[in-house]
């Protein structure tokens, strides 16, 4: 997967110039430290405040970044990209592939939404709170609860 793009990925280049914090944005992922399940590639994990990603506003957290001034980021270890990162000069071109919720399989994007369904705990919850009070009926019509105390029969 790390090569392959689907059909429907569109890659841009988007050129920043280093500022007094650098670049502003951290990465994830390489080779020895996989982010995304069976992808190797390097991804945005946070674009800083006030740095030269932010202030551009195309970078955004989740992208790929697949090169970075025409250096292919495939099978690179996390290190040798932070090398290219540091190394790359003030004024820098990378080609990246936009998130996309139909890509990524990874933390970005590919989590189910909580907000459209109850999760499976709210519903083990209701669940077990209504076998609590099924109990309780069956218990106090059979004479085990009886003036707020439990009896033995």
Known sequence: MNGSLPPSAKA???KLKRGPAGLGFN???GVDQQYVVNDSGIYVSKIKE???AAE???????DKILEINGVN???LAHREVVDLFRTAGDDVELKVLKKSSGYTN???????????SMSSLGLFTIVLAGVAVAAFI???GRGYFTDGKWKKR
């Open 12 to 14: 841009v280049d988007i």
């Open 27 to 29: 990465i994830v992922g």
């Open 50 to 52: 006030d740095g030269s």
């Open 56 to 62: 551009d506003g195309r970078l955004q957290e989740g």
């Open 73 to 75: 980021l495939e099978n």
């Open 106 to 116: 990874g933390p970005f994007g590919s989590q189910p939404d909580h907000d459209a």
């Open 138 to 140: 069956y218990f106090r």
